[in-house]
């Protein structure tokens, strides 16, 4: 069965955007996009929420931007090649290929798609992914962490959860950023 993970860029406190609703300190360099394009290469679907799907939706026409790293062109194509599930009950169409709306998170939905799925699936955003932490759902846990300190915003985790989890690996970039990766015990 394919891995359920949970990947987001954060603050060192714990948060994914800050109060105001801003995410730009979580811009990665080149080394670093460079290991999360590797990380990514297991990936086949994307879960998303509307507002993580309308953010991620510029790499479907990125690859269209002129004089775009190779780190950027990578990842434009991985996810351009990805499958992508989007729980929202307003977005009417998608705009992206191999796209598919659900209205409702649905539980037994996401265990569906996970047995069926021949690659791994990466659950983006921290409001979608709690429901599937609470859920049981998700496998691994990759946190990018950025040196910055917001003092507030949206939570990397959601409330009353406790997990166990298991080191699968750190990694220091000379940015001060840091990669730790836990598999999920429980």
């Known amino acids: 069965m394919a891995k359920m993970i949970y990947s987001m860029l954060l603050s060192l406190d714990g948060y994914t955007q800050d109060?105001?609703?801003?995410?730009?300190?979580?811009?990665?360099?080149?080394?670093?996009?460079?290991?999360?394009?590797?990380?990514?290469?297991?990936?086949?679907?994307?879960?998303?929420?509307?507002?993580?799907?309308?953010?991620?939706?510029?790499?479907?026409?990125?690859?269209?931007?002129?004089?775009?790293p190779a780190v950027i062109l990578d990842?434009?194509?991985?996810?351009?090649?990805?499958?992508?599930?989007?729980f929202s009950r307003t977005l009417a169409e998608p705009r992206s290929a191999r796209t598919r709306i659900e209205r409702a998170f649905d539980h037994g939905l996401v265990r569906r798609i996970k047995a069926d799925a021949a690659h791994d699936l990466s659950i983006d955003g921290p409001e979608l992914a709690g429901q599937a932490i609470k859920a049981g759902l998700v496998d691994e846990i990759q946190m990018i962490v950025c040196p910055v300190i917001v003092g507030g915003g949206k939570r990397f985790f959601p409330d009353g959860v406790r997990l166990e989890l298991a080191l699968l690996e750190e990694r220091r970039f000379e940015n001060g950023m840091v990669v730790l990766r836990y598999a999920?015990?429980?």
């Open 75 to 86: 990842f434009a194509r991985q996810w351009q090649a990805a499958e992508k599930v989007v």
């Open 19 to 68: 109060a105001q609703g801003d995410f730009g300190w979580t811009m990665p360099d080149e080394a670093v996009h460079a290991y999360i394009n590797e990380l990514g290469a297991s990936l086949g679907t994307y879960l998303y929420g509307r507002k993580m799907y309308e953010t991620m939706v510029y790499w479907e026409t990125a690859h269209r931007e002129p004089n775009q």
């Open 184 to 186: 999920v015990r429980n």
